[in-house]
C-alpha cells in the first residue's frame, strides 16, 4: 500500500487547462495557451512516472493489488444506489497512465510545431487538455459510471478534434461519423451497465470484479437466447470496447478520422483513445473470465477477424494516413483476441499480460509511425503515396525513427513489437490453434504493408519537391524520444508487472514460436522490398492479376456503402419519413378533422341563432306542435 | 428566526406589470420588465439558499413556508400556498428561463408594452402555480398561463401563427377541461369518511379516496396534465406552436410551461392518486415510450430548426413523463431532474434559434453554413446546448437522464425494461438530429454570400445565453445539491406509493 492522493492532481492539472485557456479563448496569445497546455501535461506526466514507480518498484509486497487513492460521492441515484468519483489505482491503470502521458506529452511537444501558424491553435491545446483529461480519468474510473462519464467525453474531445478543419466538408462528416457511430455502440455499452447494476445493485468496479463477489460465485438471471443475461450484458459492455476500439463492424470511423491533423491521429486514434475498449475489457476480466467466457470467446472471434481483415485493407490503400489506420484496427485486433483467448491467474493468464504489454508498445511505436507521417505530411504537403519517394534523402530523422518503428510493428527483435507479439502468439497457440494460424499470417500480412509504406515513401523515385527541409527540432525531438522507446520498452518484464490477478508469474522465451514469427516477417519484408524499393510495373501486375479480390478490399470490403445503405435507405426513408407523414397526416390529420368538424357543425348550429324573429317564431311553434303531439300519444289518458 | 414570504414571487410580476402599464414609452417598458425579473431572480435565489438553509437545520416538514387563507368558505377553497423541493427547483428554473426570455427579446418592436404585459402575465400565472397547494387555486393559476399563449402567439408570432395560435389554445383548453373533471372527481372523494371536502393537496395526502374514484379519475388528470408536456398523441400543437412563437415565447413555453404538466402529473395525478397510478401506469408508459422514439425520429427529418427542437422537446418531454410513470425514486427523481434540464436546454435551443433567424432571417438548416466563423459565440453556445440535449456528461442533459434509464431499468417487470431499451435508443438518434445541424449549420465555409457580414451577439443576447449556460454546467458538474434537493421531497410521494 502506499499513499497516492497526489495522483488526483494528474487529473486536476489538465483540467483546469482546459477550463482556463477555454473561457479565456481569444484573451490568451495562442502561444501562451499552449505554454499552460503542455505545463499541466508534463507535470501529470511527472506524477505518473512517480505514481508507476511506486506502485511497481516500491511496493514490498508480492503481489499487486488494487487501491482507491481517492473517492466522493458525485450523486445518489437512490438509498443504495451511489455514483462516485474517484482514482482507482492497480497494475493497469498505473501503466495506462505512463502510456497516456508519455504519449500525450510528445504529441503536445511536436504539435508546437506540427500546428505552427494554424487558425486555430490555441483552440486545439484546449481540446489536447481536455482529450488528456478524459482520458486519464476514463483509465483510473473506479466504477462503471464514471467510465462511461470519461468514456463519452473522449468521445467528445475527438469529435472535436477530428472536426478541427472545421471548415472542410470532409473533416466535419469524418467528425459526425466517428461521434454517432461510436454513440450507437455506446447504447450497448449503457444497456450492459444497466443490467449489470440490476443485478448487482453497484457501479463499483471492486465489487463487480471481486473474484469472490456475488456476481461472479452465484448464477444470476435467467438464460435468453442459449446465454446467460450476464453473458448478454458482457458482450454488451463489449459493443461499447468494440465501439471505441474500432472493431469489425464498427472500424468504419477511424481510417475517416484520419482528417484530423496528424498529431491528433497519433495520440487518439493510434495509442490511447483507440485502446480504451481493450482497456475496457481488461478492466472487467475477471467477470469476463470467470462468469461470461461465452462473451470472451465473442471477443477473441472480433478480434481475430478484425485482425486479419483490417490488414488486408491496408496492403491496397494509397494514402499513408488510411494505411496506418487500418494497421491500427488489426493491431488492436491483436490485443482483443489475445485477452479473449486469456485465462484466469498464473501462466493461464499469459494472453491478459500480452494483451496488455502490446498495448504498451503499441502505444510508443504507432505514435512513432503517426508522428513520422506528419512529419512527411508536413514536409510535401499531401497524404498520397504516389506524391513521395525517396524522402530518406530530405528527411534523414525522420527516416531512421520511422524505420525503427517499422521494424517494431513487423516483430524484428530486438524492438519492442517482437516481444509482445511474440507473447500474443504463444497465447494463442495455447489456446486456439486457428487463431493462431490467423495471426500469424497476420504478422507476415503487417510486415508486408509497413514495409510497401516504407520503400514507397523513403525509396522508390524522387519527386520534384518545393523547398523540402526536415521538420524542426520541437518535432524530430517527440520522434526520437519515442524511438528510444520503442527500442527499450520491448525488455520490460511484464509479466511480473501487470497480470490478471496481481501476482506475478514467470514467461519463458517461446523459440517454436518466434523464430517462424521473425520468418514470416522477414518474407512479407523480402517481398515489399522486390516489389516496392524501386518504382516497376511488377506491384501492378499483380494486382491485376487478383482482379475482384483487389478491387473488393481497396474498396474496404464495401462495408461503409452497406452502412449507408442502412441509415439512408433504411432509417430514413423506411421509418423517418414514414413517422414523419404520420405525424402530419394521421395524428395531426385527427385534431385538424376535429377542429373542422366543430367548425362545420356550429356553422350548422349558427342558423338556429339567425336573429330572425318569424323563424324563431316558427321554431317555437313548431316545438309545442311536437310536445302537444308527443303528450298526447305517449299519456292517451 | 426570518420566514420567507413566498407571495413576494407573486407580488414583484404584479407590480412589474404595473410598470409596464404605467410607463409611456415602450423603450423604459423593456427596462422596467428587465428589472422586474432581475429582483425576481434575485429573490428566487433567496428563496432556493432560505429553503436549503432551513432543510440543513432540520426542517422536516413537507412543505415549507406555508401559508394558508381562507378564500371561498362554502366550497372550502383556501388559498394555501408552500414549497417543497421539487416546487423550489421548479421555480429556480422559471426564475432563469423568464430573465433569459426578457434579454432575449430586448429588440422587440411591436407593440412592446403589450408584449411584455402578457409575457409577465403569463410568468405570474407559472409562479402561483408552483407554489399554491390548492387544486383550485392550483388550477386558476395554470389557466392564468395558458390563455396569453393564445396572444403571444397570434399576435406576435410568424407564419401561420392565427392557426397556430388556435390550435394551440384549442388543444389545451380541450385538455383543461377534462383536467377540471378529474380535480373536481378528487374534491368530491377527499373525504371518503366523511367530514369537509377539501382541495387541499397535503389534506388530500393524507386520506385514502376510493379505488374505484380514482381509477375513473385518474385518466383524466394525467392526460389533462399530459397535453400540455406533448403527450403522444396530443402533442401536435407542440411544433406549430413553436415555430410560430416568437422567441421568448418558445423559450418560456417549452423551457417552463411544458414542465408544468410533468409537475401537474406527479403532485395530482400520482401524489393523490396512488393506487390508480401503479394500476394503469403501464397503459400510459406505452404512449409515452412511443412519443419518445417517435418524437426523435421525426426530429431527424425537419428542415425547419424550430421544428427540429420543437420534435426533440416532444422526445426529451416524453423522458419526464417516462420516469414518471416508473413511480420508483430513482426514476422520479431523474423526471424532476429532467424537467429542470430540459427547460434549461430548450431554453437555450429557442433563445439561439431566435437570434440566429434575426441575423439570418431563415430557420431552414440547408440555407444556412459555416456560421462558427462568423458569429463564434451563438455557434459555441448553440453546440454546447446540442450536447447537452444529447446527453454529453458534464452537463445538465446527462445526470438528468441517467436516472431515468436507472430507475426504469431496475423495474422488475421484464417489460419495463424493454421499454427502457426503447427508450434509451433515442439518445442515439438525438445524436444524430443535432449533429447534423451542427455540421450543416455551424461548420464548413460559408455559401451564402450576405451571410458574412453577419455579426456576434450583442451584450442581452450574451447575458440571455450565460445565464442559461452557467446552470446547464452547473448541474451538469455538480448535481448532488439539487438532486438531494429533490429526493427529500420525493418521500412523502414514495410512501404514497408502497
Known amino acids: 500500500m502506499g499513499n497516492y492522493q497526489y495522483t488526483i492532481w494528474i487529473l486536476i492539472l489538465p483540467f483546469a487547462a482546459f477550463l482556463f485557456t477555454g473561457i479565456l479563448s481569444g484573451k490568451l496569445k495562442p502561444s501562451f495557451t499552449a505554454a499552460i497546455s503542455i505545463g499541466a501535461i508534463g507535470i501529470a506526466t511527472v506524477l505518473s512516472y512517480f505514481a508507476a514507480i511506486q506502485y511497481f518498484f516500491l511496493n514490498a509486497s508480492e503481489s499487486y493489488t488494487a487501491i482507491e487513492a481517492a473517492s466522493f460521492t458525485w450523486y445518489r441515484l437512490s438509498d443504495t444506489l451511489v455514483i462516485d468519483m474517484g482514482i482507482l489505482i492497480d497494475s493497469i491503470s498505473v501503466m495506462m497512465l505512463v502510456v497516456i502521458t508519455t504519449v500525450s506529452l510528445m504529441v503536445h511537444i511536436y504539435s508546437t510545431g506540427y500546428m505552427k501558424g494554424d487558425d486555430g491553435y490555441a483552440r486545439y491545446f484546449t481540446f489536447l487538455s481536455l482529450f488528456s483529461f478524459a482520458m486519464l480519468g476514463l483509465v483510473l474510473a473506479t466504477n462503471l459510471i464514471q467510465i462511461y462519464v470519461f468514456w463519452e467525453l473522449v468521445g467528445l474531445s475527438s469529435y472535436l478534434l477530428i472536426g478541427h478543419y472545421y471548415q472542410k466538408p470532409s473533416a466535419v462528416a469524418a467528425a459526425k461519423k466517428a461521434f454517432i457511430v461510436t454513440r450507437f455502440a455506446d447504447l450497448g455499452f449503457l444497456i450492459g451497465i444497466l443490467m449489470l447494476s440490476y443485478y448487482t445493485g453497484t457501479f463499483s468496479f471492486s465489487e463487480i470484479t471481486d473474484p469472490n463477489g456475488p456476481l461472479i460465485t452465484q448464477t444470476i438471471g435467467g438464460v435468453f437466447l442459449g446465454l446467460s443475461t450476464l453473458t448478454w450484458a458482457m458482450i454488451l459492455v463489449f459493443m461499447g470496447g468494440a465501439g471505441k476500439s474500432a472493431m469489425f463492424p464498427f472500424h468504419i470511423w477511424l481510417p475517416d478520422a484520419m482528417e484530423g491533423p496528424t498529431p491528433i491521429s497519433a495520440l487518439i486514434h493510434a495509442a490511447t483513445m483507440v485502446v480504451a475498449g481493450v482497456f475496457l475489457v481488461a478492466r472487467m476480466f475477471t467477470v469476463y473470465s470467470l462468469a461470461a467466457p461465452e462473451a470472451l470467446e465473442v471477443i477473441a472471434f472480433i478480434g481475430a477477424f478484425t485482425s486479419l481483415f483490417a490488414a488486408l485493407i491496408a496492403i491496397t490503400q494509397t494514402d499513408i494516413k488510411k494505411i496506418l489506420a487500418y494497421s491500427t484496427i488489426s493491431q488492436i485486433g491483436y490485443m482483443m483476441m489475445a485477452l479473449g483467448v486469456s485465462g484466469y491467474s498464473g501462466e493461464a493468464g499469459l494472453g491478459f499480460t500480452a494483451s496488455m504489454f502490446h498495448l504498451f508498445t503499441h502505444a510508443f511505436f504507432k505514435a512513432l509511425l503517426f508522428l513520422g507521417a506528419g512529419s512527411i505530411i508536413h514536409a510535401v504537403h499531401s497524404n498520397e503515396m504516389k506524391d513521395m519517394g525517396n524522402l530518406r534523402k530530405h528527411l534523414p530523422a525522420t527516416h531512421i525513427t520511422f524505420l525503427i518503428a517499422t521494424l517494431a510493428i513487423s516483430g524484428i527483435p530486438p524492438f519492442s513489437g517482437f516481444f509482445s507479439k511474440d507473447e500474443i502468439l504463444a497465447a494463442a497457440y495455447a489456446s486456439n490453434k486457428l487463431y493462431f494460424a490467423v495471426e500469424y499470417l497476420v504478422a507476415g500480412l503487417t510486415a508486408f504493408y509497413m514495409f510497401r509504406l516504407y520503400f514507397k515513401v523513403f525509396w522508390g523515385k524522387e519527386r520534384t519537391y518545393e523547398n523540402i527541409q526536415e521538420s524542426p527540432a520541437s518535432m524530430t525531438i517527440p520522434l526520437w524520444i519515442l524511438a528510444f522507446g520503442t527500442l527499450f520498452a520491448g525488455f520490460l518484464p511484464f509479466s511480473h508487472l501487470v497480470t490478471t490477478d496481481g501476482i506475478p508469474f514467470d514467461t519463458h522465451f517461446h523459440w517454436n514460436i518466434a523464430l517462424p514469427s521473425v520468418g514470416i516477417a522477414l518474407a512479407g519484408i523480402f517481398i515489399a522490398a522486390a516489389l516496392y524499393k524501386k518504382e516497376s510495373a511488377r506491384s501492378q501486375k499483380i494486382a491485376a492479376s487478383l482482379g475482384a479480390f483487389y478491387s473488393v478490399t481497396k474498396e474496404k470490403f464495401y462495408v461503409d456503402e452497406i452502412y449507408i445503405f442502412i441509415t439512408k435507405k433504411i432509417i430514413f426513408n423506411l421509418i423517418s419519413m414514414p413517422v414523419v407523414w404520420f405525424d402530419r397526416h394521421i395524428v395531426d390529420g385527427f385534431m385538424n378533422l376535429t377542429g373542422n368538424t366543430t367548425v362545420a357543425l356550429s356553422f350548422r348550429i349558427r342558423k338556429f341563432q339567425s336573429g330572425n324573429i318569424h323563424q324563431y317564431a316558427l321554431v317555437f311553434l313548431t316545438g309545442i306542435l311536437i310536445a302537444t303531439l308527443f303528450y298526447l300519444f305517449y299519456y292517451p289518458n | ?498
Do not use: C
Not at chain 2, 12 to 40: F, Y
Not at chain 2, 271 to 276: E, I, K, R
Not at chain 2, 312 to 332: P, R
Not at chain 2, 469 to 487: D, H, K, Q, R, T
Open chain 2, 1 to 498: 428566526m426570518l420566514t420567507y414570504n413566498l407571495n413576494i414571487l407573486l407580488l414583484v410580476p404584479i407590480m412589474t406589470l404595473a410598470g409596464i402599464v404605467l410607463v409611456k414609452d415602450t423603450r423604459n417598458a423593456r427596462i422596467v420588465t428587465a428589472i422586474g425579473m432581475s429582483v425576481q431572480l434575485l429573490l428566487v435565489f433567496v428563496l432556493l439558499y432560505m429553503y436549503m438553509a432551513e432543510r440543513n437545520a432540520g426542517n422536516i416538514d413537507e412543505v415549507l413556508f406555508y401559508q394558508d387563507f381562507t378564500w371561498y368558505e362554502s366550497l372550502n377553497i383556501r388559498y394555501s400556498i408552500g414549497v417543497d423541493g421539487i416546487a423550489v427547483g421548479l421555480i429556480v428554473l422559471t426564475g432563469i428561463v423568464v430573465f433569459a426570455g426578457v434579454f432575449a427579446s430586448w429588440l422587440m418592436k411591436d407593440l412592446v408594452k403589450e408584449f411584455f404585459f402578457w409575457l409577465i402575465l403569463l410568468v405570474t400565472g407559472v409562479f402561483g402555480f408552483f407554489i399554491s397547494l390548492d387544486l383550485f387555486i392550483m388550477f386558476m393559476f395554470f389557466e392564468l398561463a395558458v390563455i396569453p399563449m393564445y396572444l403571444l402567439i397570434g399576435i406576435w408570432g410568424t407564419g401561420p401563427k392565427e392557426y397556430s395560435a388556435m390550435k394551440l389554445t384549442l388543444m389545451l383548453m380541450g385538455a383543461s377541461a377534462i383536467l377540471l373533471v378529474g380535480i373536481l372527481g378528487i374534491y368530491f372523494n377527499s373525504a371518503p369518511d366523511g367530514g369537509a371536502l377539501t382541495f387541499n393537496i397535503l389534506e388530500i395526502s393524507k386520506v385514502n379516496i376510493p379505488i374505484d374514484a380514482q381509477r375513473f379519475f385518474f385518466p383524466m388528470v394525467f392526460v389533462g396534465f399530459g397535453v400540455i408536456s406533448a403527450l403522444f398523441p396530443f402533442h401536435t400543437w407542440s411544433p406549430d406552436g413553436h415555430a410560430s412563437a416568437p422567441t421568448a415565447v418558445s423559450m418560456l413555453h417549452a423551457g417552463v410551461l411544458m414542465k408544468l404538466g410533468g409537475y401537474g402529473v406527479l403532485k395530482v395525478a400520482i401524489y393523490l392518486l396512488p393506487d390508480a397510478a401503479s394500476e394503469m401506469a403501464t397503459f400510459f408508459l406505452i404512449f409515452v415510450t412511443i412519443g419518445v422514439i417517435y418524437g426523435a425520429l421525426s426530429a431527424v427529418m425537419q428542415r425547419d430548426l424550430k421544428y427540429i427542437n420543437a420534435y426533440s422537446s416532444v422526445s426529451h418531454v416524453g423522458l419526464i413523463l417516462f420516469g414518471l410513470l416508473m413511480l420508483t425514486k430513482t426514476a422520479l427523481n431523474g423526471a424532476v431532474l429532467q424537467m429542470i434540464s430540459h427547460g434549461l436546454i430548450t431554453a437555450l435551443f429557442f433563445g439561439l434559434i431566435g437570434m440566429i433567424y434575426g441575423r439570418t432571417h431563415t430557420r431552414m438548416v440547408s440555407e444556412m453554413s459555416g456560421l462558427l466563423k462568423v458569429m463564434p459565440f451563438l455557434s459555441v453556445a448553440y453546440v454546447i446546448a446540442g450536447l447537452a440535449s444529447l446527453g454529453m456528461p458534464g452537463l445538465s442533459g446527462f445526470v438528468a437522464e441517467l436516472p431515468i434509464f436507472v430507475g426504469a431499468f431496475s423495474h422488475p417487470e421484464p417489460f419495463y425494461r424493454v421499454i427502457t431499451v426503447i427508450a434509451i435508443s433515442s439518445i442515439v438518434v438525438a445524436a444524430v438530429y443535432i449533429l447534423r445541424v451542427i455540421a450543416k449549420m455551424l461548420m464548413e465555409k460559408v455559401k451564402e454570400e450576405a451571410n458574412n457580414k453577419l455579426t456576434d451577439a450583442k451584450w442581452y443576447e450574451k447575458i440571455s445565453v450565460i445565464s442559461l449556460l452557467l446552470f446547464i454546467v452547473a448541474i451538469g458538474l455538480v448535481p448532488f445539491w439539487l438532486s438531494e434537493m429533490i429526493m427529500t421531497s420525493l418521500e412523502p410521494i414514495i410512501r404514497r406509493l408502497n
